[in-house]
């Protein structure tokens, strides 16, 4: 069974503040996946990795894939009270697999 | 396009009945997975349907089931519900598999009281 754990489980911090969550796991992936989350609404993709040490920035935020591609990262910067949600990764190990999703990290950016 | 749509979006049922949600995907996805999310144990995997057949499937009992038709709508179902039955039921559709990006309609919210 591959497993993703996410941490922390939980995060507040105040508008404007930086921050890193990560995805671990034993496992290698094929790729990775990082979705937000808000209250009322199914998860919308944010970003797709799929080499080892890549990179990725989508505005504020900034994904990094791990070396070994076992482990997934997102910093943001500069948080802003739209950043609210929660934020799950999930790994794919190839073709005709399903996604193993984590189970997620709580943000809540106070204004 | 339209995204993907889900009904009921509430529900409310006891034990031991039984339910069927809907799932419209993505005109043109072939693939549609559903997911059970809880806030205990997150969001797990179901199973996913491609082209009418079963692809994948998750560690659930068999009172959970699904099917896809040849419009590429999904159902799914349970039976003999229970209380730890309660959960958000999300689906999600892809163009080619369940490893793929998936994108997810809003969710049934299913109460078991």
């Known amino acids: 069974t591959q497993l993703l754990e996410q941490s922390p489980q939980f995060l507040s911090i105040q508008e404007g503040e930086n921050l890193t969550v990560y995805c671990n796991s034993s496992?290698?992936?094929?790729?990775l996946q990082w979705y937000r989350q808000e209250p009322g609404e199914g998860p919308v993709l944010l970003v797709t990795v799929v080499t080892g040490g890549e990179v990725k920035k989508l505005k504020r935020l900034t994904f990094q894939f791990g070396d070994a591609r076992k482990d997934s990262s997102l910093h943001i910067t500069a948080a802003q009270p739209g950043d609210t949600g929660l934020y799950l990764c999930?790994?794919?190990?190839?073709?005709?697999?399903?996604?193993?999703f984590g189970k997620g990290i709580t943000l809540s950016v106070r204004p | 396009k339209a995204g993907v749509t889900q009904t009921p979006r509430y529900l409310i049922k006891t034990r031991g009945q039984q339910v069927t949600l809907s799932c419209s995907p993505i005109s043109g996805h072939r693939s549609v997975s559903w997911y059970q999310q809880t806030p205990g144990q997150g969001l797990q995997f179901l199973f996913e349907y491609f082209s009418e057949t079963q692809r994948n499937k998750g560690n659930f009992p068999g009172r959970f089931s699904g099917r896809q038709f040849s419009n590429s709508r999904s159902e799914m179902n349970v039976s003999t519900l229970e209380l730890g039955d309660s959960a958000l039921y999300l689906c999600?559709?892809?163009?080619?598999?369940?490893?793929?990006?998936?994108?997810f309609g809003p969710g049934t919210r299913l109460l078991v009281l």
């Open positions: 999930a790994g794919a190990t190839g073709a005709n697999s399903k996604l193993t």
């Open positions: 999600a559709s892809s163009l080619g598999g369940a490893q793929e990006t998936q994108y």
């Open positions: 496992s290698v992936f094929s790729s």
